[in-house]
């Protein structure tokens, strides 16, 4: 005679092995089939179905016997799906967030890109002595004055060729912007 479900998930509560053994054997496919249908994917079911006989133990100890064990069983694989679905919604909004960051972050770098570009194409149409100048003061960050005794020239010509700068830069972008 077969031992009832409920005395051996009284006896696995209880730390008995072999009763544990015995109900994983027995209801293994009841519970890889209601893990099939509630996620309606083979691989799914079968982590499913794992995560289920994993946490048997930890569950059994809560088991009270005031139903039949099936609908326990059926019970703790439900909560378990539902468990599951949850911590994939969660997963699928952070990572959506994630996404939406890293699209931002992208469009970023890409703005920063286009701007290097812009001023890179700007700089080369600058004399040499203006090129000198944005780089020594932008470039290597030197004050007016140290640009100045760099090149050997003085305070108020640095300020000219940055003022002449700003101006052929302006209209450059003026240009481009017709274009």
């Not at 996620?39 to 139903?67: F, H, I, N, S």
């Not at 799906?81 to 967030?97: I, N, T």
Request: with cysteine; aromatic share 8%.
């Amino acid at each position: 005679m077969e031992t009832p479900d409920n005395d051996l998930a009284t006896a696995a509560a209880a730390g008995d092995r072999a009763a544990f053994s015995a109900l994983i054997s027995r209801h293994y496919d009841r519970i890889h089939g209601l893990c099939w249908r509630l996620t309606g994917a083979k691989a799914e079911a079968e982590d499913l179905t794992q995560d289920v006989c994993m946490a048997l133990p930890r569950k059994l100890a809560g088991w009270r016997g005031e139903a039949k064990f099936t609908t326990w069983l059926y019970r703790v694989v439900v909560n378990a799906a539902h468990d599951r679905r949850r911590r994939q919604a969660v997963h699928a909004r952070a990572a959506s967030g994630w996404g939406d960051y890293e699209v931002a972050r992208q469009d970023e770098i890409e703005a920063g890109r286009e701007a290097e570009r812009w001023l890179y194409e700007a700089m080369r149409g600058l004399p040499g002595d203006l090129r000198d100048t944005v780089a020594l003061l932008f470039g290597e960050d030197l004050s007016q004055a140290e640009a100045a005794e760099v090149l050997g020239i003085g305070e108020g010509t640095v300020s000219w060729r940055m003022s002449e700068v700003k101006k052929r830069l302006r209209a450059f972008a003026a240009r481009e912007a017709k274009a």
